[in-house]
């Protein structure tokens, strides 16, 4: 019997608490059929998770949710035994654990990192955790293709040719003059390039972006992302201004989905997009509207809550002293870090 790596584990472990693809379920099932040692864990792992089945969700704070999974990252998948130990524990109480859990799921969660695995995988928001942190490592990604890109281009960013103040929302757009009318085809050159693959633009938490397949195309002969679901982040616009700024400090390069411009014209005709109290509020979707992930220029990335960021509390989503978007509008200001589409 062929023992089973990490990743198999994983794999097996995300199929039975239910965050896993369409693809990656079959290949779980298949793995579960054709090794016994898979479908054993599967069965336990099963079997742990069977007295919250007829138990109504409830909402799991998020810190709660990023301290089980780091928690589940450490202790579940740091070898077999320590697995096999928690879920061998588990299966002992059994019986216990719907009273418990129903009387007071706080205690229950907080007693051990046991009551974790079992109660907090359930959760909604554990997955929403995991996504958030699977997306963090592309931004991360994104930021070292960057720098690889730099290195091979005498420390240039990668940047086309563009007029100041053309259009910037139109991603996937063919005009006859190949002109550039998206702020997205200077980070399509990091795919051209090959310095990174195309689905690292796809964020893990944006159901629309989801199933974009690049198998059958030729990536070589696009000059921009073939369509506004095949990228679901947003990147700081370039012009003057922001060159200037990204060569100083700690600056935003991109960031989860700027929520002004989720929805789109399709037809490419027209943007006339006023600015409302509701649109100042929201945080992307990529992530529930929890928050946003945002990638720096030193190659950081990190989790945030507030639209604010950097020293000067600056919206990254909206441009200063513009209150209409009709998409060619550019910062004016270094410390305006607006990032679009």
């Not at 073939?226 to 700081?236: E, G, I, L, T």
């Not at 928050?291 to 600056?314: H, I, M, P, T, Y």
Request: proline share 4%.
């Amino acid at each position: 019997m062929t023992h089973l790596n990490r990743q198999q584990k994983e794999l097996i472990f995300d199929y039975c608490v239910g965050v896993t693809s369409q693809e990656e379920s079959a290949a779980a099932q298949e793995l579960i059929f054709s090794n016994e040692e898979a479908a054993e864990l599967a069965r336990k792992l099963q079997g742990v998770l069977s007295p919250l089945a007829s138990h109504p969700e409830e909402q799991c704070p998020d810190e709660l949710a990023d301290v089980t999974i780091s928690r589940l990252k450490a202790a579940a998948y740091s070898s077999q035994l320590k697995l096999q130990q928690l879920i061998a524990q588990e299966q002992g109480r059994q019986g216990a654990v719907k009273g418990v859990f129903r009387r007071n799921f706080g205690r229950v969660v907080l007693a051990a990192a046991a009551i974790y695995l079992i109660v907090s995988l359930y959760m909604p928001s554990i997955q929403q955790a995991r996504y958030r942190s699977a997306c963090l490592a592309q931004l991360m990604t994104m930021g070292q293709a960057i720098a690889s890109y730099q290195h091979a281009n005498n420390e240039q960013l990668p940047t086309v040719a563009a007029v100041e103040g053309s259009p910037w929302w139109k991603v996937g757009y063919k005009s006859d003059t190949n002109e550039n009318c998206s702020n997205t085809r200077h980070m399509w050159l990091l795919v051209r390039g090959e310095y990174v693959k195309p689905t690292i633009f796809i964020c893990p938490g944006s159901g629309k972006s989801r199933g974009i397949k690049y198998r059958s195309i030729n990536v070589r002969r696009y000059y921009d992302f073939p369509s506004r679901n095949s990228v679901s982040y947003s990147f700081r616009i370039r012009c003057n201004k922001s060159a200037d700024a990204m060569k100083n400090g700690r600056q935003v390069v991109a960031s989860d989905l700027n929520p002004l411009f989720e929805e789109l014209p399709k037809e490419f005709d027209q943007l006339s997009l006023p600015l409302s109290k509701e649109l100042e509020g929201l945080n992307s979707a990529n992530h529930g509207r929890k928050g946003q992930n945002v990638l720096f220029c030193d190659g950081s990335a990190e989790f945030v809550k507030s639209r604010l960021v950097g020293e000067g509390n600056d919206d990254i989503f909206t441009l200063q002293n513009v209150f209409l978007y009709q998409g060619s509008e550019i910062p004016t200001c270094e410390s305006d870090a607006f990032v679009a589409p």
